[in-house]
């Protein structure tokens, strides 16, 4: 069994920084790529941020230069710094990760159960 369980949403003004963490557990050999989406109340899911095991970041246009993506291997923790937030921000944010749990096994892909981020104006 793997889970991924994200924290750090809340409620923030326009402005304002939040950090999310996302850690992975559970029967895991390798983790390759992790990454940040979120979804908008009747929108779809959009990517955020992706980060691959060799820590290559790839950004949405809209959270470039505001937003960083980092990960701590050794513990299995994806994070997402958000600085400089907007209203537009507000979504729930979903944690997903590539992991391998044996080496027979290829890799699949994980979600997270969400973390809400509300950004009021």
């Known amino acids: 069994q793997v889970q991924l369980v994200e924290s750090g949403g809340g409620l923030v003004q326009a402005g304002g920084s939040l950090r999310l963490s996302c850690v992975a557990s559970?029967?895991?050999?390798?983790?390759?790529?992790m990454g940040w989406y979120r979804q908008a109340p009747g929108k779809q899911r959009d990517l955020v941020a992706t980060?691959?095991?060799?820590?290559?970041?790839n950004y949405a246009d809209s959270v470039k230069g505001r937003f960083t993506i980092s990960r701590d291997n050794a513990k299995g923790t994806v994070y997402l710094q958000m600085n400089s937030l907007k209203p537009e921000d507000t979504a729930v944010y979903y944690c997903?990760?590539?992991?391998?749990?044996?080496?027979?096994?290829?890799?699949?892909?994980?979600w997270g159960q969400g973390t809400q981020v509300t950004v009021s104006s």
């Open positions: 980060i691959t095991s060799g820590d290559a970041t």
């Open positions: 559970g029967s895991i050999f390798s983790i390759n790529a």
């Open positions: 997903n990760a590539e992991i391998k749990k044996t080496i027979f096994r290829k890799f699949d892909d994980y």
